[in-house]
């Protein structure tokens, strides 16, 4: 039988996805590798005490606005852009308002997918004419036509919103541009912004929704804290996840103020947040974070994924990226001085006749405690839990409260 030459990961993923879903995994997977042109971006004299602002343009005066980054306190950018756009206009919002006005230095960058693909360096000039006309003194958020929704940032909501349904974190494993096209993705607030009250950000692993740290956000003294979370597509590749966070962090930090911040992530999600935090320490554009919490994160890779790019009918794109011996893996432990207080918890409570190898279940033992990592830990705990189970432990959440109370009075 052919199934019995399958390897047996295989075989039981697909009796639990079923054939269709690999079909439409394959069908959205390359619908995002064929839609995404990936430009290298620099700007020659980047006013770092201001926010710069990158929109993507399918015309030359504005009439078609697909999207916008912000750059804040650096120079250099990755834009990930669809391959419609033909334009970039790059402009310093001196002011802040996320709207070109007349007299701030602009850009205006005309694209070629086909050639180029390493822009700069990219010279701001205050010019009476040659911006476009459409985008003057008018609100990005406002005008923004995103042919994959752009993700939303400081929207305020709540855990059952149902954008953070396990049905919707599903859709973003095998559908994930259905996923983003349905506007699921954005950094949420889970309360109004209070200056008086520090932001703990929560960052999901693959398959993973908001939902998941349910037990651990209703733990938190929320007179003293503000809850934020992260909503994205677990199959799309963990860079442009993690450029996507940094961007929305920006422009979130730039508009209301806040001096600090903790980030709390768990399985996959910590990789995204450690790739995050590694990009803007190394820009310094994110000196308030105060702390990094990954619970059960696979630093070492996963095998299984490894596995998958090589024997599974259509390779999820996040998979290349937790190969252990993908770029991405080696690329989260390059040296760094500048990095924030990490508290490392992980799991090994192994269950299910399946496993052979100690771990949580999900994630081996040798990839949460990858040695790179741990050198880079300020402490390092685990607990009899397994993957998921370890969220609602109550030593933990009480662990947690501690390590962000001694790195607050620092």
């Not at 390897?7 to 079923?18: E, R, S, V």
């Not at 996923?179 to 607030?189: K, R």
């Not at 806040?258 to 590694?278: C, E, F, P, R, T």
């Not at 596995?307 to 009918?313: H, L, M, N, R």
Request: proline share 5%; charged share 15%.
């Amino acid at each position: 039988m052919l199934i019995s030459r399958l390897p047996l990961f295989t075989f039981i993923l697909m009796l639990l996805t079923g054939c269709g879903a690999f079909s439409q995994a394959a069908k959205e997977a390359n619908l995002i590798q064929s839609s995404y042109v990936k430009y290298q971006l620099t700007i020659g004299n980047a006013n770092k005490q201001s926010m710069i602002l990158v929109v993507q343009m399918a015309d030359r005066l504005g009439n078609h606005v697909t999207g916008f980054d912000a750059l804040i306190g650096q120079s250099e950018m990755t834009v990930h852009s669809t391959v419609n756009n033909r334009y970039l206009f790059i402009f310093d919002d001196i002011n802040g308002d996320l709207r070109f006005m007349p007299g701030e230095p602009f850009a205006l960058v005309e694209l070629d997918p086909g050639s180029n693909l390493d822009i700069g360096p990219v010279m701001l000039k205050d010019e009476a004419e040659g911006y476009p006309l459409q985008l003057v003194d008018k609100s990005l958020k406002k005008i923004v036509n995103v042919q994959l929704s752009i993700a939303k940032g400081g929207e305020v909501t709540t855990l059952s919103d149902p954008r953070f349904s396990y049905e919707q974190a599903n859709i973003g494993l095998w559908k994930p541009y259905t996923f983003i096209e349905n506007g699921n993705t954005g950094l949420f607030f889970l309360s109004e912004f209070d200056s008086s009250k520090i932001p703990v950000l929560f960052v999901h692993g693959m398959k993973g929704t908001p939902r998941d740290f349910g037990s651990i956000i209703e733990s938190i003294d929320r007179s003293r804290y503000q809850i934020w979370v992260v909503n994205y597509p677990s199959a799309v590749p963990l860079l442009l996840v993690s450029q996507g966070l940094s961007n929305m962090a920006s422009m979130i930090r730039k508009q209301y103020h806040y001096d600090g911040i903790h980030i709390v992530a768990h399985s996959m999600g910590g990789l995204v947040a450690k790739a995050y935090i590694n990009q803007c320490t190394r820009n310094n554009s994110c000196r308030g974070i105060l702390s990094f919490t990954s619970i059960s994160s696979p630093f070492g890779g996963m095998e299984s994924a490894q596995k998958g790019v090589k024997f599974a009918p259509v390779v999820v794109p996040s998979w290349y990226d937790l190969d252990p011996g993908s770029d991405f893996i080696n690329e989260l432990f390059k040296p760094n001085t500048s990095l924030p207080p990490h508290l490392l918890m992980f799991g090994y409570q192994n269950e299910g006749v399946l496993n052979f190898e100690s771990g949580d279940g999900v994630i081996s033992l040798s990839s949460q405690l990858e040695y790179r990592a741990q050198q880079q830990a300020n402490q390092v705990i685990g607990f009899n839990e397994n993957h998921v189970g370890i969220l609602s432990n109550q030593d933990v959440h009480q662990i947690l409260k501690d390590f962000w109370l001694r790195n607050e009075a620092h």
